[in-house]
């Protein structure tokens, strides 16, 4: 059996994220495409009527069937857009957040966490979310990342990837503000997410020996420790612990020269010690073809690399690219991990 074929067995979801936002005309586009691009069923967890006054509002053939379970996805999905209904209390207005749809946004991950612990669908996709919004509305979570890995249980460590053909990079602190990061910065937290990272490489992406380069904190470094003794004392003895352990980690290295195209010749995703150091040059290098992957978890989890772009939503020129590869990457990860536990 082929991996396509391994993996039509179950459909992913692709979740509602903000309403206001692009997400909706991006899982109807992705549905579009979904013949030439022989892409791997899906379903969406949404509220049919939002998603067909979309479709209606941009002038899209998109026939949408409501199911009751995620199985009647696969056979509706080649002749209309599979959705699990989560109903909005009220219309959402394009560009507009409302806090007022918060529960319907998170009851939509819920659904998919549910649905994919339980082995009925193969990952779950999700659509951005206007982070502040949630916010508002009472939601305790910096973002999908740590959300979702308390959703699935476990009291594991959800490790960020942001994945593209052009780089892989990893931030060991995650949402946090910077002067906060580099206070949360400990060798156990390195070595934990480039443990988690290696295990991922090998298991999801196939690369046997993964090579980890790890950025240091400060400007060259530290240069010696004359710009800050972090990358001596926090990140250099985490090094040589995954050393130690058998893993093919490089550095602490100066930030500024690692992401020239030679330099990621020789290794197959970096660590950043904070959110922008690595996600602004991955993000710089590929900002269509870039999928943000959650590591770490029981689950598959991917989404575009990109936000809600309120300043798009409505008008149906949104670039669906990211949202394809993240499906695409899901459906190739559930089809790894199914090869290596065939019960999966
Ligand atoms: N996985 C998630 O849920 C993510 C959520 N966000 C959230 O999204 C919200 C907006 O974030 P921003 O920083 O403004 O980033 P953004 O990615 O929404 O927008 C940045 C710029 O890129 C453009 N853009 C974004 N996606 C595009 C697409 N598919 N095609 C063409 N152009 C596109 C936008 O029009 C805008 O000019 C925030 O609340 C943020 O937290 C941001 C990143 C990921
Ligand atoms: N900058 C990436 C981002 O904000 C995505 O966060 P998450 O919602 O996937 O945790």
Not at 112 to 127: F, H, R, S, Y
């Amino acid at each position: 059996m082929s991996a396509s074929d391994d993996a039509a067995r179950r459909p992913l979801a692709v979740t509602m994220g903000e309403p206001a936002g692009i997400g909706g005309e991006l899982t109807l586009a992705a549905w579009m495409r979904r013949a030439d691009l022989a892409l791997p069923a899906f379903l969406a967890i949404d509220d049919p009527d939002r998603l067909a006054g979309i479709a209606r509002k941009l002038g899209w053939t998109v026939p949408i069937r409501e199911i009751a379970s995620a199985g009647d996805a696969l056979t509706a999905f080649d002749d209309a857009l599979p959705v699990l209904p989560v109903r909005l209390p009220s219309p959402a207005t394009p560009g507009r957040p409302d806090p007022a749809h918060a529960g319907a946004v998170v009851e939509a991950l819920d659904r998919a966490v549910d649905l994919a612990m339980a082995g009925a669908i193969d990952g779950v996709v999700t659509n951005p979310i206007q982070k502040k919004t949630l916010y508002d509305a009472g939601f305790p979570y910096p973002g999908h990342t740590e959300y979702l890995a308390a959703r699935c249980g476990g009291g594991m460590r959800p490790v960020m990837m942001i994945a593209s053909p052009a780089i892989r990079v990893v931030p060991v602190t995650i949402h946090e503000a910077l002067i906060r990061a580099v206070a949360l910065l400990t060798p156990d937290l390195i070595v934990e997410t480039a443990t988690i990272t290696a295990e991922a490489l090998r298991r999801d992406f196939g690369i046997a020996r993964p090579r980890l380069a790890l950025a240091g904190v400060n400007p060259h470094a530290g240069e010696d420790g004359t710009l800050g003794r972090e990358d001596i004392e926090i990140v250099a003895p985490a090094i040589e612990r995954l050393k130690a352990a058998g893993i093919d980690a490089r550095g602490p290295l100066p930030a500024d020269t690692l992401f020239h195209e030679e330099a990621r010749a020789g290794y197959d995703t970096v660590l950043g010690m904070y959110h922008d150091q690595v996600l602004i040059p991955a993000k710089t290098l590929d900002f269509h073809g870039g999928v943000n992957v959650t590591l770490g978890l029981p689950i598959v989890r991917t989404s575009p690399d990109h936000g809600t772009a309120l300043d798009l939503a409505g008008r149906g020129t949104a670039r669906v690219d990211s949202l394809i590869a993240a499906i695409r990457l899901a459906g190739t990860m559930a089809a790894a991990r199914r090869r290596v536990s065939p019960s999966a």
